[in-house]
């Protein structure tokens, strides 16, 4: 095969395709390292709708949760998902999760958000600066790579809190919280 024969059609293919993508990806985050550590996360206390079924329709409920947290007045905080069902072992139309927003202890907050608290914990903590549809992936990946290597997998419940930036040039961070091995963790009835 001759590659100058190539070469040609490659570069403007390379300019208006591969370059563009890369430089998307790298914008919202792609690119950006993942700290993975002990900690110690909350109290939080959150207003959510309760989800059961496909994960992939959280960012609705999330748009559901604020649009009645504003409807009542109230400033929605940063996003909150907390996810009860490994995907991995869990059937899509069982899995359960809460997704909706940080609010101020003693919020009182309408039908149909339900309001919770999550106590203080220590948690295994991985946090990314990244586009909040792809940061979780990124995350994800990385805890699973961390923990595989510990001879672990994934523990749920795991609580999602997404801190946007409040700028379009600079990408919010996410922060996923795992319980750490042998703690206690509440879990609500199924």
Not at 57 to 63: E, F, H, I, M
Not at 99 to 109: I, S
Not at 111 to 122: F, M, N, W
Request: aromatic fraction near 8%; charge should be neutral.
């Amino acid at each position: 095969m001759n590659l100058k024969k190539f070469l040609p059609g490659l570069i403007p293919f390379l300019l208006a395709f591969v370059l563009p993508l890369l430089a998307v990806y790298t914008w919202w985050g792609g690119f950006n390292p993942i700290h993975i550590e002990e900690s110690f996360a909350g109290p939080y206390t959150y207003a959510y709708v309760e989800s059961r079924g496909d994960y992939s329709k959280l960012p609705d409920k999330a748009v559901e949760a604020g649009n009645a947290l504003r409807a009542a007045g109230i400033e929605p905080g940063n996003a909150i998902t907390v996810l009860y069902s490994n995907p991995d072992l869990v059937d899509v139309g069982d899995r359960r999760a809460r997704t909706g927003f940080l609010v101020e202890p003693g919020t009182r907050v309408p039908q149909p958000l339900e309001l919770d608290s999550i106590p203080a914990r220590p948690v295994l903590l991985a946090r990314v600066q990244a586009g909040n549809m792809l940061a979780p992936g990124r995350a994800y990946a990385a805890l699973d790579n961390y923990l595989q290597a510990r001879g672990e997998g994934i523990r749920m419940p795991t609580v999602e809190i997404y801190q946007r930036s409040g700028s379009v040039l600079r990408m919010g961070e996410l922060s996923v919280e795992m319980p750490l091995q042998g703690k206690a963790v509440h879990q609500p009835a199924p």
